[in-house]
């Protein structure tokens, strides 16, 4: 089961995850992308705007959860291996690959920002799957892969935020003069269309 919850900025994708993600009962857990630049996957929390905050495994590639031998780089991969040279990367990765592989239920959180999201989502599309994240970027064109699985997909919801004019707003604006798809440290604000079209 694939369920895909859309919206702009600030629309509460984030509060409406662990909200389904704590209701949720059997083997679960959330990936959060890094935005950093680390390679490495890392238990780590995931929080909302208003401080609520959920344990999750932080990554670049979804690919990363699931592959001990690139995280760790020795082809020689065994427990025995690594508690014999004292590796304390290894465990960690066996934890995060079981949890992956042994879940009943996946909450990827910023999902339009992994790469492998397609690839990783169609492999465990036995599970029960649960996305989050941005259907546009501030100038409405695709990011990401995540529209790309909307065929796919069971539900589909699109959240609201708030305007500047309090109306409902369904568009991300980037509210500084940089051209890159998407900044982590830009100024994005949550527009309605009225404000989005007379804003370009």
Do not use: W
């Amino acid at each position: 089961m694939l369920n895909i919850v859309l919206g702009p900025m600030c629309a509460g994708k984030t509060s409406n995850m662990l909200e389904t993600y704590n209701k949720f009962n059997g083997r679960k857990i959330i990936i959060d992308y890094e935005i950093g630049e680390t390679l490495k996957c890392y238990a780590g929390n995931v929080n909302t705007h208003d401080g609520v905050k959920a344990p999750c495994y932080k990554a670049k590639y979804l690919k990363h959860t699931e592959d001990i031998y690139n995280q760790v780089g020795n082809f020689q991969i065994s427990h025995e291996y690594f508690y014999e040279y004292k590796r304390t990367d290894a465990p960690e990765m066996y934890i995060i690959c079981d949890a992956v592989n042994l879940s009943q239920a996946i909450f990827i959180n910023e999902a339009q920002f992994f790469p492998d999201l397609f690839e990783f989502v169609i492999a465990h599309i036995d599970k029960q799957i649960y996305l989050y994240g941005l259907d546009g970027d501030f100038q409405q064109n695709k990011i990401g892969q995540l529209i790309d699985l909307i065929p796919y997909c069971d539900s589909v919801i699109k959240l609201k935020a708030k305007c500047i004019c309090g109306k409902p707003a369904i568009f991300t604006f980037r509210d500084s003069p940089e051209k890159e798809q998407y900044l982590p440290n830009a100024k994005y604000i949550p527009l309605c269309r009225a404000c989005y079209l007379n804003k370009k």
